[in-house]
């Protein structure tokens, strides 16, 4: 969805409220797919804040389908995001290559709010994603999922040390 915001851009003092839709229901991040359950629609502010800038606040709740990297199963999750940030249109016409780089999402005046939105989620998914904190895990040997169940099989793990101790004994 793009939201278009050259009369805000121009008129001084403009407050505008507009409905974002969330037009996507995936996106990739570092080779990844990650899907999206639920987001509803929700209010978009945007301010005329001085020449050439735009302020924009607003927040939304994102249900995402993960997949736990330890036990395998997906589970759902709700990211808040909150959006609060000031465009200023002038960096486009300086050499500020950091600050256009942030302004990736905005094109031709229009907010793309797909390219905001997923660059939000980006910054909320967590390096490691677990189902749960205390995620017990898949059994390396029979693959049992150890929150639901127990197996039988040794899950005897040597110690690291010990087995630097048997390097030694090697050599
Ligand atoms: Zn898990
Ligand atoms: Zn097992």
Known sequence: MLIDLSEILSTEGLTKSVEVHVDFDSFQFKGMDYRIGQADD???????????????????DVVM????????????????????????????????????????????????????LKKELMGLVPIQILCRDDCKGLCKVCGTNLNHGTCNCDDFVPDPRLSVFNDILKN
């Open 42 to 60: 929700f209010q978009l502010n945007l301010s005329n804040d001085g020449k050439n800038r735009v302020k924009v606040t607003g927040s939304t």
């Open 65 to 116: 389908e993960l997949v736990c990297d330890r036990c395998l199963e997906e589970f759902e999750r709700t990211f808040h995001i909150d959006i609060d940030t000031v465009i200023d249109t002038s960096v486009l016409d300086s050499d500020k290559v950091d600050e256009i780089d942030e302004l990736s999402y905005f094109e031709d005046c229009n907010i793309d709010m797909d390219a905001l």
